[in-house]
Nanobody, 117 residues
Framework: QVQLVESGGGLVQPGGSLTLSCAAS????????MNWYRQTPGKEREFVAG??????????SYADSVKGRFTISRDNAKSTVYLQMNNLKPDDTAVYYC????????WGQGTQVTVSA
């Protein structure tokens, strides 16, 4: 079965950096696009970054709010997608989720990122 497991969240000061990981299993990882979303209490889950699957190469996309600060990447040999987050701001505080779509949508359990002094 499809499983997505996020890790790497934590508490960081404004201006700091974190790298999130999402380990995938149960499907041919290289074939599918992977995405990062985030959610804060009382708000809808929002798109953060995405990376395409093998058929179209590693094309990336980003929400305007994170462009130039966040970088999504993937290691198909490790079935893992990463989110490198630099120059973090308090507004980046959220639970971050990994997502893929294979006939249906799959989410990980999320990892908390807190940006605070």
């Amino acid at each position: 079965q499809v499983q997505l497991v996020e890790s790497g969240g934590g508490l960081v000061q404004p201006g700091g950096s974190l790298t999130l990981s999402c380990a995938a299993s149960g499907f041919t990882f290289s074939d599918y696009a992977m995405n990062w979303y985030r959610q804060t209490p009382g708000k809808e889950r929002e798109f953060v970054a995405g990376i395409s699957g093998a058929d179209v190469g590693k094309i990336t996309s980003y929400a305007d709010s994170v462009k130039g600060r966040f970088t999504i990447s993937r290691d198909n040999a490790k079935s893992t997608v990463y989110l490198q987050m630099n120059n973090l701001k308090p507004d980046d505080t959220a639970v971050y989720y990994c997502k893929t779509h294979i006939l249906e949508t799959y989410w990980g359990q999320g990892t908390q990122v807190t940006v605070s002094a």
